[in-house]
T-cell receptor, first 116, second 112 residues
Framework: NAGVTQTPKFQVLKTGQSMTLQCAQDMNHNSMYWYRQDPGMGLRLIYYSASEGTTDKGEVPNGYNVSRLNKREFSLRLESAAPSQTSVYFC???????????????FGPGTRLTVL | DAKTTQPTSMDCAEGRAANLPCNHSTISGNEYVYWYRQIHSQGPQYIIHGLKNNETNEMASLIITEDRKSSTLILPHATLRDTAVYYCIVRSIMEYGNKLVFGAGTILRVKS
């Protein structure tokens, strides 16, 4: 049981380049999330997917697109990278607790992206 | 989210219990208390959560006061690897599928 995995671990892009960050979970969770964390700051939600086939914007979606490929995989795409997107990106997945009144998010190890 | 207040930093001797407090005086009846930690350069790690009863798992214990206005996370035998930022988060079921809001947290330094 690997939990939440992310690829790549590190990436350097030039301004204007595109790339896709991959995330997969093997915990059979319905919901998945993409966050970014800038130095010395908290996590900010970019997009999330409450269930397979649905995606919704978080608080900082501009410049990003997502695809919920199937229940396991949730990818984040940068179409035209900008230096302001230099950050650490975390993927997470969550499961509703027993009784349906809680949910717990589990995070991947992160992708460190630098845009020059 | 109900606001939480945590000390900025704490030190703990290796092998001793680390007790991390959190105030959440405006918590409402359907809100849970969650604890996460983030070790340097890693993703946040779920530790424990509770509603009103004390909870224990393999990582920690969570003690919630009877009025639910504060809680304490207890790491019973802290090790150097427990050095991290610890976040206390209050969250309701209405936020299922929604973001977690991390505050500043408490920097816990475990020293040998």
């Amino acid at each position: 049981n690997a939990g939440v995995t992310q690829t790549p671990k590190f990436q350097v892009l030039k301004t204007g380049q595109s790339m896709t960050l991959q995330c997969a979970q093997d915990m059979n969770h319905n919901s998945m999330y993409w966050y970014r964390q800038d130095p010395g700051m908290g996590l900010r939600l970019i997009y999330y997917s409450a269930s397979e086939g649905t995606t919704d914007k978080g608080e900082v979606p501009n410049g990003y697109n997502v695809s919920r490929l199937n229940k396991r995989e949730f990818s984040l795409r940068l179409e035209s990278a900008a230096p302001s997107q230099t950050s650490v990106y975390f993927c997470a997945s969550s499961v509703r607790g027993t009784g349906g009144n809680t949910d717990t998010q589990y995070f991947g190890p992160g992708t460190r992206l630098t845009v020059l | 989210d109900a606001k939480t207040t945590q000390p900025t930093s704490m030190d703990c001797a290796e092998g001793r219990a680390a007790n991390l407090p959190c105030n959440h005086s405006t918590i409402s009846g359907n809100e849970y208390v969650y604890w996460y930690r983030q070790i340097h350069s890693q993703g946040p790690q779920y530790i424990i959560h509770g509603l009103k009863n004390n909870e224990t798992n393999e990582m920690a214990s969570l003690i919630i006061t009877e009025d639910r206005k504060s809680s304490t996370l207890i790491l019973p035998h802290a090790t150097l690897r427990d050095t991290a930022v610890y976040y206390c988060i209050v969250r309701s079921i209405m936020e299922y599928g929604n973001k977690l809001v991390f505050g500043a947290g408490t920097i816990l330094r475990v020293k040998s």
